[in-house]
C-alpha cells in the first residue's frame, strides 16, 4: 500500500475518495529508560530508548491506518499526518496518531 504525506500522486490517477482514515498507539516508557534517557540528555547524547519507543509506536499507528484503509477497499493513503503526545501522569506513555485520507488509485 503506498502511503504519503502528500495531497496527491505524481503520476497516479486517484479514482475514488474512501475517507478519513486513522490509527493510535500509546507505549509506556518505563522508569529505567526515563533515568537513563535524563542521564544521556544532561551529557548531550540522544536517547535511543526513547528513539525506539517513538519509531515503535509510529509503525504500530500508520499499520493500523493502513489496515483500516484496506477494510474500506483502498490501495493507498494520501496526505498523512503524524502527531506525537505524551499522555498519563507526568507524561509517562507516548502516543502517535497517523491519520490520512483512504484512496483507490488507477494501478
Same mark, same amino acid.
Given at each position: ?20 482514515? =486513522? ?14 534517557? =535524563? ?7 540522544? =536517547? ?22 484496506? =477494510? ?36
Amino acid at each position: 500500500m503506498l502511503v504519503t504525506t502528500t495531497n496527491n500522486l505524481e503520476g497516479k490517477r486517484i479514482v475514488k475518495y474512501l475517507g478519513l482514515v =486513522s490509527g493510535e498507539a500509546i507505549v509506556g516508557a518505563n522508569i529505567f529508560k526515563d533515568i537513563f534517557a =535524563s542521564i544521556r540528555d544532561i551529557v548531550g547524547g540522544r =536517547s535511543a530508548a526513547y528513539e525506539n519507543e517513538l519509531r515503535t509506536a509510529k509503525d504500530i499507528a500508520v499499520q493500523e491506518m493502513v489496515e483500516q484503509a484496506q =477494510s474500506l477497499g483502498g490501495n493507498a493513503v494520501i496526505a498523512v499526518d503524524l502527531d506525537y503526545e505524551t499522555v498519563g501522569q507526568g507524561g509517562s506513555m507516548l502516543m502517535v496518531t497517523a491519520c490520512g485520507t483512504a484512496v483507490v488509485i488507477e494501478e
